[in-house]
């Protein structure tokens, strides 16, 4: 029997700065709404960077490429695990406690979560082994703050279509976008379902079917709330 989505418990307290992560299903608006916190960050002078997961470094990006292509679709489960978990790995240790040792905010499309939820409740991989290698690279340590973006699948690959035909998506990084819908709806349901349980209060659920100016609002009010800046 799958066991239930699992969590680091503790947060490290050396740092400095604040981690927040964004996640959710494709086409859920992650990227632009990681854009729109870094670039209010920086029109209110608060020290911050922006980086993502797979890619956030020079190393990820070559892991992200086998990762995101839809040449690649036949990739075993565990070998996509552990290229996720490597990326981490390298990510964590280079960019974001650099970041957060140096007082920034970190802003990071995706984290520990889209692995819980893509690889562990959607693919089935083994939750214990995924917490196991997060403490081994991570030790105690959470983000601060992750706002769990969420919109129907139907939706989101709407979206997805969309930024195809304008070009602000490409297909050189469409795998997951090929998946069944009935993968789609694992990932929101695993997305919910960690919202729901909300442990270390860290998730924040906001409504990703909105306009994308009254989502970033959503999202502002999250970051007030929890402390991340003052109003």
Same mark, same amino acid.
């Given at each position: 029997?799958?066991?239930?989505?699992?969590?680091? =418990? *503790?947060?490290?307290?050396?740092y400095?700065?604040?981690? @927040?992560?964004?996640? +959710?299903?494709? *086409? &859920?608006?992650k990227? #632009?709404?990681?854009? $729109?916190?870094?670039?209010?960050?920086q029109?209110? !002078?608060i020290?911050?960077?922006?980086?993502k997961?797979?890619?956030? #470094?020079k190393?990820?990006?070559?892991?992200?490429?086998?990762?995101l292509?839809p040449?690649n679709s036949d990739?075993y489960?565990?070998?996509e695990l552990l290229?996720?978990? %490597?990326?981490? %790995?390298e990510?964590f240790? $280079?960019?974001?406690v650099?970041g957060?040792? !140096? +007082? $920034?905010?970190v802003?990071c499309?995706?984290?520990?979560?889209s692995?819980?939820v893509?690889?562990g409740?959607?693919r089935?991989m083994?939750?214990d082994? @995924? !917490?196991?290698?997060?403490?081994? @690279?991570?030790?105690?340590?959470?983000?601060?703050l #992750?706002?769990?973006?969420?919109?129907?699948? $139907?939706?989101g690959?709407e979206r997805?279509d969309?930024?195809? &035909?304008? *070009?602000?998506? =490409?297909?050189?990084e469409?795998?997951?976008?090929?998946? /069944?819908?009935?993968?789609?709806?694992?990932i929101? &349901? +695993?997305?919910? /379902?960690? &919202?729901?349980k !909300?442990?270390?209060?860290?998730f924040y659920?906001?409504? %990703?079917?909105?306009?994308v100016d009254?989502?970033?609002?959503?999202i502002k009010? %999250?970051?007030i709330?929890k402390?991340?800046i003052?109003?």
């Open positions: 029997m799958q066991k239930e989505i699992g969590f680091i =418990t *503790g947060r490290c307290c050396i400095s700065g604040k981690l @927040i992560t964004l996640c +959710g299903g494709e *086409g &859920a608006g990227s #632009t709404q990681a854009k $729109k916190i870094f670039d209010f960050f029109s209110e !002078n020290p911050c960077i922006l980086t997961e797979p890619g956030g #470094t190393i990820g990006l070559m892991i992200r490429k086998i990762l292509s040449e990739i489960n565990k070998t290229l996720y978990l %490597a990326d981490r %790995a990510h240790h $280079k960019v974001i650099p957060l040792q !140096n +007082g $920034k905010i802003i499309d995706r984290f520990i979560d692995t819980f893509y690889q409740e959607a089935g083994d939750i082994f @995924i !917490n196991y290698v997060h403490k081994y @690279i991570l030790g105690d340590f959470l983000p601060d #992750t706002l769990v973006l969420d919109c129907r699948p $139907k939706s690959l997805v969309r930024d195809l &035909a304008c *070009g602000t998506r =490409t297909e050189d469409s795998r997951f976008d090929s998946e /069944k819908i009935s993968f789609h709806e694992k929101r &349901a +695993g997305f919910l /379902k960690l &919202a729901e !909300n442990e270390n209060a860290r659920l906001i409504d %990703a079917e909105k306009t009254n989502v970033f609002e959503s009010s %999250a970051i709330e402390g991340i003052q109003n």
